[in-house]
Every structure is written in structure tokens, then in C-alpha cells.
């Protein structure tokens, strides 16, 4: 059974359409994480499953059962959202403790689940602060500590690391991914930032205006993403993705000429090819102008232009020099690198192969 | 001219200015200990032998000075209690739900504050009459409230627009009921949006006078309808009740805003200026 099924559902907020007909399964016990640039609909998506928005249409199931018109209180989510919303007139022990005390549990039971999730996000020093007394990461902190106090079977993280620095959201990021093995439930995250996303989930849904783009394995969506836009939204540096005419089974993008799948007969395509697909310093390939140079300490990325096109490549830097602005670099790409997306679709067509062998 | 002496300059007109508002509140209270003639005597006497003869003839041998000041008392703080309680919910409502022509209302609100009393003592004076309402307590505190609750709205309504819709929806989604987020979650953040609220109103309907005189009655009197039927009782103006009564009568106002004065400060910036209280 799935842990959350979302079937048709849409929403719209002043005649906007916010979500269109999405349908999602999410399998139990998995992260999965909601990947989108902002306004695409996560949040909604989100507020929708815990009950803070009604649906305009579709239903949604928790683990089978139809909650699409359940008050929040009925749906038992355990909800960190994207503000931390940590009540100031609290200490951080209530806060945390707070989920319990609603559902009047015992005062034993809450001290001790409390404890636990506090050394677990370690944050037990502290439980007597009060919020204003806390940096950005330790209330990030309390808060995932209080939405994963419930007991319950879905917990939905709505981009809690959104605005850390980014050393603090790797560790916590590796905390929660610890906390969901140690958890076994369901754990639905939403995001912008693909790292976060390729870091974290077990699969990935790609949502962009208010429609899923794709729903696949966080590793398969990466090397082989079935839309375009998957493509675009999941990775880091951007894909190449390249408009191109067609001419008799082949295309030709920076100088290379690729042939296309068979049973491609489309005028123009879409090529994407991944950045560290872009291999720069070979001695066979076609010559580039470099436009930027991005020293990220471990890893190169360059801007070239090659015949007209744009092309980013990303590599190791260790051993290398970063080349000079302006100066000339070999380019070179493999054909079964070069994806082939419909130019109206944007789906997944096939990969290229070379040219000679037509 | 260097910054330490400004500083000092101002401070000096600081002084000087708080010294001259403050003179006939000092007045009126060295006139309290003062007998009649040293009260009335030209030049006015700074030093004289102080004498509570004023106090005691208040407390003993007004007979219905007790009755205003418990009037006063009760009447102000449960009416402005009611008012503030109802004003927050008012104000929630406003703050949280949104009603259509939430603009409008607001200001429809605050427009029966623009509205002299004069111009509706006449017909409330008709209406107390007719429902049997005159010379009532739970009349009187329920005009002052009504009186009250515009105002406190407006204050709240700042306040509460300040505190986040997320604290609420945390509070829903682990389960709390509207009431529970309303007095547990939204309440304890703008305690001082409350005072404020309570402070304001308070001065005002301590103060009234003309309601007070019209369709209260002999048992619902006040101190200022006390100050102003007794000021001439004796013939000509009674400078002994008047100022051993006004001395009285300013403490509790005066304590009060002493020790609540930062949320006076705060609620004057009706909560968009929240700082640390």
C-alpha cells in the first residue's frame, strides 16, 4: 500500500492555478523529495496533505484512506514547515514538546521522547532557551525536532534548510537522512536545490507549474531523465540543453555532428547533454573560446563557446589549472552523452550515436 | 559645541519642560496638605505646616465618596476587561479570516470613535430610558465597553497581524482546536498589544464624565461626576475636596502608567513597531 497517494488532485488560489491535476504515489517508508523551482507548487502540495488548504478537486489517501476533506487534526502528519514558526513565548523543550502536550500524553512519555529527539539532533543543551536566543540552525533544528515528535506514519518537511549556510545544511542534511533510516516512515521533502534533492531522496518528483514532470529513483532521474525539464531542474551546474534543427537523422550542436535515434523524424529536437559530459582538454575535439571560469575548489566549471553554442563543463580540478578567460580549449563529447528530447513534448527520445557510423 | 555638553544642554530642556507640565499636578497635590486660606493666600505659600484634614474629611464625612471611588473602579475595569476581551476576538477574526471588506469595517470602526459623545448622548439617553437602563451598573459598563471595543480593535488588529498565520497552522496541524490557538498560541504573543489596548481605554473611561452624568444615576456616580457636582457645592469653588480628590483620583492612572508605560509606547505604533517587551 502506498503511504500517501495524491489522485488528481488541483488547486488554484484567485482563479491561478496553483496545482493541475497531479497524481502522486509515494511508497512507504521512502524519501522522497519534491524537487521544483520556486512557485511550482510544493508547498501547496504540502499544505494540501496536512490539511491547511482544501483541494479544489481529486482526492488525496493517507495509506489508503481518503483525508481530502479531514480537519489537520485527523491526518496525523508530522509537519516541519518552511518557516520555523517556533512559538517565542515557549522554551525550547515546550516547543519541541508541544505535539504531545496537545494530544495529552503522559508527562513521563513526552520527557523522554523529547530527550531522545533532542540528542538526536543535538540540541539538548538547549532545552531551557527560549527561540530569540537561538541561531538560524539550532532553531532549524528545534524545529524538525518538533515535527518529528508525533508518532505518526508521514512526516512532511516543507524546505527546512532553505536560507542555512551552507555547511550547516550539509550536516543537517546527513542528520535527516540518518533520522529517516533510524525511523523507518514515510518522509515527503520539498526543495529547490537539486543538490538537496540528489543528497537526500531516495526518489525524486520533479513538479514545475503546478504538474509533476517526472516521478523516478533519485540516481535513474539523474542519469537518465525522462523529460527535458528534469534535466534542467535536477543537477548542478545546469544541463546543456540545446534547441537544434534536424537534417536527414542527424544534428549537429557545437561543431559535432551526432545521428539521432531511428525513429526520430522530428524537424528540430532538443539536445541535453550533463555538464561533466563536456570534457575539456583532449587533444581530439572541436577548439573553444572559454567565456567563464568557476574555481569551486574541487571542481572546475567552464563556460565555453564552441561554434556558436554555449557549452558548460564541469570537472575535477585537482591536478589542473583552470584555463584563462579568452584562451583556447579543446571540447570534446561523447555521443551516447547527448540526450535527445521532442521539441514539443520535451520527452526522452533516445541518445545520439556517431555520425560515422551512418 | 562638543556632543557630552549638548547631550547635558538637552537634558537641561528636558527638564525644564517636563517641570513646567508636571507644575499643576504638583500644585494640586502640595493643595491636598494645605488648609483653605493657605491654599487661596497671595503669594502662593510654598512652605506651610502640611495637614491631611483634607484626606480625612474625604474619607470620613463625604459619605458618598467610597461609592464613586468603587464605581469608578468597577466600572472601568470590567467594562474595559469586556471591551479588550471581545476586541481580540473581534480582532482575529479580522486578522485571520479576512471577511470581505475587512478595510471598510475597520474604518467603520474607528469612526464611531470620530464621533463627538454630545452628538449621541441624546439618543442613548432615549434608548437607556426606554429600557429601563438608567442608573444601572451593567448599563453603564456595557456602553463604556461598547465605547471601548473600536479602538481596542484597531490596536489589536496591528498586533495580531504581526504574529505569523504559521504559528497557527502549526497549532492546527498537531491537533489544537481555533480556541486553543486563539487563548494558547496567538494570545501569549501579543500580551503587550493587550495592555496597551487595556491602558488606553482605561484612561478614557476613567476619565468620562458627561455618559457618567447623563444616563448614569445617583448610584452609578463617579469621581469625575463627583469632581464636577462637588467642585461648588460649598458656594463658591471647593479647592479642599478638589484637590485632596484629584490627588486620589490621578494615583491609580498614574501608577498604572508608570509601570506599564513601554506597551503605552508600543501600542501607540498600533504593534508594527513590536521591539523587545
Known sequence: ?358 | MSETLRARLYHVVLWIVSLIFFSPVAWIILSSFKTRSDILATPPKLIFTPTLDNYVDLFVNNRGFLLQLGNSIILSVTAVVIAVFVSFLAAFCFSRFKPKGTDFLMFLLLSIRMLPGPAVILPVYLMYVAFGWKDNHLAMILFYAMFSIPFSVWILKGFLDGVSTRFDETGRVNGGSWLHIIFRVVLPQVKPGLIAAFIFNIIFVWNEFLFNFIIGGVSTQNIPYALAVGAYSDGGLNWTFISALTSIYILPPVLFIYFFQKYLLVGMTFGTVRGEV
Open chain 1, 1 to 358: 500500500m502506498h503511504a500517501v497517494e495524491f489522485l488528481s488532485v488541483s488547486k488554484a488560489f484567485r482563479g491561478k492555478t496553483a496545482l493541475d491535476q497531479v497524481t502522486l504515489s509515494v511508497g512507504e517508508g521512502s524519501f522522497t523529495v519534491v524537487c521544483g523551482p520556486p512557485k511550482a507548487g510544493k508547498s501547496v502540495l504540502f499544505r494540501l496533505l496536512v490539511g491547511l488548504e482544501q483541494t479544489d478537486g481529486g482526492q488525496i489517501l493517507l495509506a489508503g484512506r481518503d483525508i481530502t476533506h479531514a480537519p489537520p487534526s485527523e491526518r496525523n502528519i508530522g509537519y516541519v514547515p518552511q518557516s520555523f514558526a517556533l512559538y517565542p513565548h515557549m522554551s525550547v523543550y515546550d516547543n519541541i514538546a508541544y505535539p504531545l502536550n496537545l494530544s495529552g500524553a503522559p508527562r513521563e512519555e513526552i520527557a523522554r521522547k523529547v530527550d531522545a529527539t533532542a540528542g538526536m539532533l543535538s540540541i539538548t543543551h538547549l532545552m531551557k532557551k527560549t527561540p530569540d536566543q537561538l541561531s538560524g540552525g539550532e532553531k532549524q533544528r528545534v524545529a524538525v525536532a518538533r515535527g518529528l515528535m508525533k508518532d505518526a506514519k508521514v512526516f512532511v518537511l516543507d524546505d527546512p534548510l532553505v536560507g542555512l549556510d551552507y555547511k550547516l545544511r550539509e550536516r543537517l542534511m546527513d542528520e535527516l537522512k540518518q533520522l529517516c533510516e533510524e525511523l523507518k516512515t514515510t518522509f515527503l521533502y520539498a526543495t529547490s536545490d537539486s543538490l538537496e534533492a540528489l543528497t537526500l531522496a531516495q526518489s525524486i518528483v520533479v513538479l514545475e507549474k503546478g504538474r509533476i514532470v517526472e516521478h523516478a529513483p533519485a540516481i535513474d532521474l539523474y542519469l537518465q531523465p525522462q523529460h527535458v525539464r528534469s534535466l534542467d531542474i535536477v543537477g548542478f551546474p545546469r544541463a546543456n540543453i540545446v534547441d537544434v534543427p534536424t537534417r536527414s537523422g542527424t544534428v549537429s550542436v557545437a561543431g559535432f555532428a551526432f545521428r539521432l535515434p531511428q525513429d526520430v523524424k522530428a524537424p528540430a529536437v532538443i539536445l541535453g547533454i550533463r555538464p561533466e559530459h563536456v570534457t575539456v582538454g583532449r587533444t581530439e575535439g572541436r577548439s573553444g573560446r572559454v567565456a567563464i571560469v568557476e574555481h569551486l575548489g574541487s571542481e572546475i566549471v567552464l563556460y565555453a563557446d564552441c561554434d556558436g553554442t554555449q557549452l558548460t563543463s564541469a570537472y575535477p580540478a585537482s591536478n589542473v589549472t583552470a584555463p584563462a578567460i579568452d584562451s583556447t580549449v579543446t571540447v570534446s563529447l561523447r555521443p551516447e552523452d547527448v540526450m535527445v528530447f521532442d521539441r514539443d513534448t520535451g520527452r526522452f527520445l533516445g541518445r545520439c550515436t556517431p555520425a560515422a557510423q551512418a
